[in-house]
C-alpha cells in the first residue's frame, strides 16, 4: 500500500497551550480511519494543521509523496484534500445547485460539471432540492450537501470533522452508507468523530489523541478495551 | 436557473466564446431574466436614449452627471455586495483618478484624442492603486470593519496630503495642484473630428457617450459576476473558510475585485473631472467617502441591476434636495440610510423589484 499522508514530529504550541506533539501519523491510500480523543485533545487543531489553517512550529506533513508542510489551504485543497467541516460549510443564501456548481467549477466546466451536480445531487438524495437554498435545509441534508461538495471531484483524502454532528439516528445510518460507498470509490478517508457507534460503523482502525499527542493506535475492539483509553476518553469503566 | 454549459464544440472558438459569454448576461448572481426583463431593459434604453429630444440642455447635462457616479458605485457594489469587503475609501481612486486626468490632460493637451488617453491612464491607475492597498490589506489578513477603517483612512490621508499643496513647488509639468482650492482647467473629453474636435463639454453629446458607458459597464459586469469570477466572489462573501477549502486562492479573488472597483472609481473620477473641468481635495473627504455607501446600501448592494438604478435615484434626490434645502440633504441621505439598514437592509430598490416580480408572477399564474 502507498502512503496518501505522512505527518512526522509535527508540532505546534499557542502561547503554553500544546495542540500538537511529536505526531507521526501515517495512513495508506483507500483507509478509512478514525480520529478519536475527548474534547480538547488535539483533534480540530490537527485537521487545521493538515489543512494548513495553522503553520507547524516544526514537523512536516506529506500527502501522496509530496511535502506540502509549506503550502497554504488552497494549494493544499488542489493537489487532492477535501474537508467536511463540523458546522456545514456551506453557502447558505445560495441554491444547492449553486453550492455545488462553486464546489465544482475550478475543476470542471460546460457539460462535464452539469454532469458531475447531477450525479452528486443523486448520491446526497437532493436532486428534489436543486433549487432550494442551502440554508433552508435539514441539518442533516446540510451535511449532506457539504459532503457532496467535498467529494464531486474524487479528492484523495476527505477530511470529516465529526460528519454526523447533530444528525438523526437514520441520518447517521445513511452517512455511514455514504463514506463506506466513497470509500470504495478508492477516496481515503480521515474523521473526527465523537460517536463510537458511528465509529464502529465506518472504520476498523483508530487513533486516540490525548493532550496533543498519539495515546494509542489499532482496532476498535482492542482502543475501546484499553483501559487507558477508558480513563481518558470513554470513562472508567467502574464510573 | 441553467447549469453552465458550453455551446455546440463544432463551432469556431471565437463564435463560442461570445455566445458563452453573452449567456452570462443572465445568471444566478443577477437579478433578471427571459424575454420580458430584456424588453424592459431595451425600453429604458431607448427612453434615454429619446430623452434629450424632450429635455432642456441643463436638465440633460444634470443626467450627465447622474451617469458618472454609477461607475463608482457599481465597482463598490462588486466589492462590497458580491465579495462582502465594505469599503469606505472608494474616493480614493476617484480622487486620484480625477487628479490624474486634469495632470495628464493639462500636460498633454486634448489634441488627436489625448483626453481618451488620459481616461486611460487615470482609470489604470485608480485600479493599480486599488490593487496595491487591496494586496497589503487581503494578503495581510485583514477584515470585516477593519476594511472599512483601512480605506477610509486613506481617502482621508489622500485628501489631506492633496489640501496642503497649495504652493507653487505643487506642480506637476504645467498643472498646479492647487490645494483646498483644487484643480482647474483641464479640457474635457474630446473627439478627434474631421472640421474641428469635438469637445464634450456638458450637454446632449456627453450625455449620449456616457449613457452608451453606462450601459456596457452594466452588461459586462452582468456577464463578469454571472461567469466563474462572480460565483467565487459570491462564496467568499457568503463563506471564506469553505471558498478557500474549495481550492480558491481567496486573497487573489479579493485584491482582484477591490482593483476593479478601484478602476471603476476612477472611471467616475475621471469623467467627474472632465465633466466640471474641476476636482477638490474634498472628492475624497469624509462626507464624500460616505455617499456611495448610502447610494449602494439603499438601492441594494447584491445585486448589480438595483445597485445601478438605487445610485440613480437617490443621486437624482439628493440633488434636488440640495437645491431645495441645501445641508438637510446630507441629514435625509442618513435618515435614508438608516431606514434602509433597519427596514429594507436589502435595499429599497431590491425589495420594490422583488416584491414587483412576485407580484407579477402571481397574476400571470
Redesign the interface.
Known sequence: MTRILDVAKLNKSFGGVTVARDIDFVLEAGAMHCLIGPNGAGKSSFFRLL?GEHAPDSGTIGFAGDDITAL???QR??KGI??K?QVP???????V??NL???F???L???S??ET?RRVLEFTNLTGEI?TPAGVLSHGQQQWLEIG?AVGVEPKLLLLDEPTAGMSPDETRKTGEMLHELNARGITILAVEHDMAFVQQIARSVTVLHMGAIFAEGDIDEITAHPGVQEIYLGAADE | MNPIELPDASEAPARRGLKLWLSRLEGPQTMGRGPAFWAVVVLAVLAALSYPAFANDYVVGNAAYFFVWTFMAMGLGVVWGYCGALSFGQTAFFGLAGYAYGVITINIGSAFGATWLALLLAVALGGVFALLIGYFMFYGRIKGVFVGIVTLSVTLVLETFMAQTAGPQWRIGDARLNGFNGMSGMPPLTVPWPGGDIMLYSGTALYYVLLGMVVLCYLGLRMLLNAPFGNVLVAIRENPERAEMLGYDIRLYQMLAFGLGGALAGLSGALYTAWGQYITPSSMGLTAAALPIVWVAVGGRRDITATLLGCLLVIAGFQSLTIYGSQYALVVMGALLVFTVLVTPDGLVFTAINRMGRLFKRVRR
Open positions: 489543512l497554504r489551504s488552497f485543497i488542489r477535501s474537508v467541516f460549510g456551506i453557502f447558505k443564501a445560495l441554491s445547485r449553486q456548481e462553486i464546489a467549477q475550478y475543476h466546466h460546460g457539460a460539471l452539469g451536480v433549487h461538495m
